[in-house]
């Protein structure tokens, strides 16, 4: 059964940091385009982040670029998205993604999404 499980989620002050840890289960990451999508109260599903399966390609998007890097362990099949200087407009509930090579190669194609997490909650607020 493929799974992904986000953690690391919360309550943080403007200009803190989090780190989001997505575990998958069920296949082996290795295969697979990596990334991080949010959704904020009102507004639509956004791509902030992704990663090759190769790890040295990456994508992020205007908002969160020089903020945010994200990593991936194929060993532990494991993505993380380290997340510094938030912003209250970084309030939003943050999804892991996975997609096989041939649906999605991070900043060049992109077809949709084989899996998705439930998602993990960040809340940027004073």
């Known amino acids: 059964q493929v799974q992904l499980v986000e953690s690391g989620g919360g309550l943080v002050q403007p200009g803190g940091s989090l780190r989001l840890t997505c575990a998958a289960s069920g296949f082996s990451l290795e295969h697979y385009t990596m990334g991080w999508f949010r959704q904020a109260p009102g507004k639509e599903r956004e791509i902030i982040s992704c990663?090759?399966?190769?790890?040295?390609?990456?994508y992020y998007g205007d908002s969160v670029k020089g903020r945010f890097t994200i990593s991936r362990n194929n060993a532990n099949n494991t993505v993380y998205l380290q997340m510094n200087s938030l912003k209250p407009e970084d309030t939003a509930v943050y999804y892991c993604?996975?997609?096989?090579?041939?649906?999605?190669?991070?900043?060049?194609?992109?077809?949709?999404?084989?899996?998705w997490g439930k998602g993990a909650l960040v809340t940027v607020s004073s």
């Open positions: 993604a996975a997609a096989q090579l041939d649906r999605w190669r991070c900043g060049i194609v992109y077809y949709g999404i084989d899996s």
């Open positions: 990663i090759g399966n190769n790890e040295w390609r990456t």
